[in-house]
């Protein structure tokens, strides 16, 4: 089943000069491939839209203001199953109990500084693609 998701390098990725290493592991799964991509800063509005479900949770307004903290590379990403299957190359949200391996597992220790968002359902992919890239249907 073909999928579209959304996928950014955070902050942490960019400045620590991991672009090209996650985006290989990504390029280097079978039939996948990258559609769009883009490095920008993202700003409050943006933030807002794309973290809204987490609003008023203890991590918010830190999360927010790390990703505003630098550019983020978003890109595009169309293949079979790629929405489950970029979640699993990240591995689980805390870096510490992702395994070694996947990509939060391999250069992550804080929670917040997880280096790399994938949607999570199709219906987030929906959702998120609208925002960060209108343009694309
Ligand atoms: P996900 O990125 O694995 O889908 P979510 O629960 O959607 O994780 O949280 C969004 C982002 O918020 C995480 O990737 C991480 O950067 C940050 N975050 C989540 N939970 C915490 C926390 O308990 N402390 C600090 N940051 C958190
Ligand atoms: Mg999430």
Redesign the pocket.
Same mark, same amino acid.
């Given at each position: 089943m073909s999928q579209r998701t959304l996928v950014l390098l955070?902050p942490d990725a960019v400045r620590r000069g991991l672009i090209g290493e996650i985006i290989g592991r990504i390029e280097r799964k079978a039939d996948w491939s990258i559609t769009a991509m883009e490095l920008r800063e993202l700003g409050q509005d943006t933030l807002e839209q794309h973290?809204g @479900?987490?609003r008023g949770k203890?991590?918010y307004e830190?999360?927010v203001a790390?990703m505003a903290s630098g550019p983020v590379v978003a890109l595009v990403v169309e293949g079979e199953r790629v929405i489950e299957g970029v979640r699993r190359l990240?591995g689980?949200?805390d870096p510490i109990a992702a395994e070694p391996g996947s990509i939060r597992g391999d250069f992550g220790t804080i929670?917040? @500084?997880?280096l790399i968002?994938?949607s999570?359902s199709e219906e987030s992919a929906i959702r998120e693609l609208k925002i960060f890239f209108p343009g694309i249907s």
């Open positions: 955070k973290y @479900e987490h203890p991590f830190p999360l790390f990240a689980p949200t929670v917040r @500084e997880n968002h994938a999570d």
